[in-house]
């Protein structure tokens, strides 16, 4: 049973750091895309950065570049998601996710058919 935990969530001032973490299972992580999404009240869910599963490959929605570093530990089968300088506008439930697919690390959710439950990031100003 393929599953994703998300950890390291809360309350942060601006301009502080969290750093979230995806713990895999059920699947083997090497196979797999794996991406960090959000989604704020009201808004659309938006990939924030993903990772290939093979040659690393990497994207970074535009709003985090700089700030947002994503890295992936195939044999501890965890992805974790440095998030520095955040603000106000990083705040929205984050999620992992999983996929397969070919063109899954540019990030479009639709090509993610596994997802963890979500974690809330809260960035007070």
């Known amino acids: 049973q393929v599953r994703l935990v998300e950890s390291g969530g809360g309350l942060v001032q601006s301009g502080g750091s969290l750093r979230l973490s995806c713990a895999t299972s059920?699947?083997?992580?090497?196979?797999?895309?794996i991406g960090w999404f959000r989604q704020a009240p009201g808004k659309e869910r938006e990939g924030v950065s993903c990772?290939?599963?093979?040659?690393?490959?990497?994207y970074y929605a535009d709003s985090v570049k700089g700030r947002f570093f994503i890295s992936r530990d195939n044999a501890k089968s965890t992805v974790d998601l440095e998030m520095k300088r955040l603000e106000p506008d990083d705040t929205a439930v984050y999620y992992c996710?999983?996929?397969?697919?070919?063109?899954?690390?540019?990030?479009?959710?639709?090509?993610?058919?596994?997802w963890g439950q979500g974690i809330q990031v809260t960035v007070s100003s």
């Open positions: 996710a999983a996929s397969n697919g070919p063109y899954a690390w540019r990030c479009g959710s639709g090509a993610y058919d596994n």
């Open positions: 990772i290939d599963n093979s040659d690393g490959r990497i």
């Open positions: 059920g699947f083997s992580l090497g196979l797999y895309a």
